[in-house]
């Protein structure tokens, strides 16, 4: 069972994965305005926590996991008919 929450959205906890190709993403943004708060957006699936900073990149994400994905690749071993040190696929 999944669990999906929100958090208010802290440049010292969070960070935005999806926005940059950095491996540890970016620090959040803080709100600019202190009445308006920037939420972060949470989902608990098997033991694993996706994190989102905003509603598009969940829906990006839904988006790409909705797709069907080939569970398996078939592999063809073909024998090699080259010269001396030249080996088959294994």
């Not at 996706?50 to 569970?71: D, G, L, N």
Request: proline share 4%.
């Amino acid at each position: 069972m999944s669990k999906v929450w929100r958090e208010i959205a802290d440049p010292n906890i969070h960070s935005d994965f999806m926005s940059t190709f950095n491996e540890g993403g970016v620090p959040i943004e803080k709100s600019r305005d202190n009445l308006i708060q920037k939420w972060i957006y949470l989902a608990n699936v098997c033991n694993f926590t996706f994190q989102f900073s905003s509603i598009q990149q969940v829906k990006e994400c839904v988006v790409y996991f909705e797709k069907k994905r080939i569970q398996a690749l078939l592999v063809i071993t073909l024998p090699c008919r080259g010269g001396p040190g030249v080996r088959g696929i294994q």
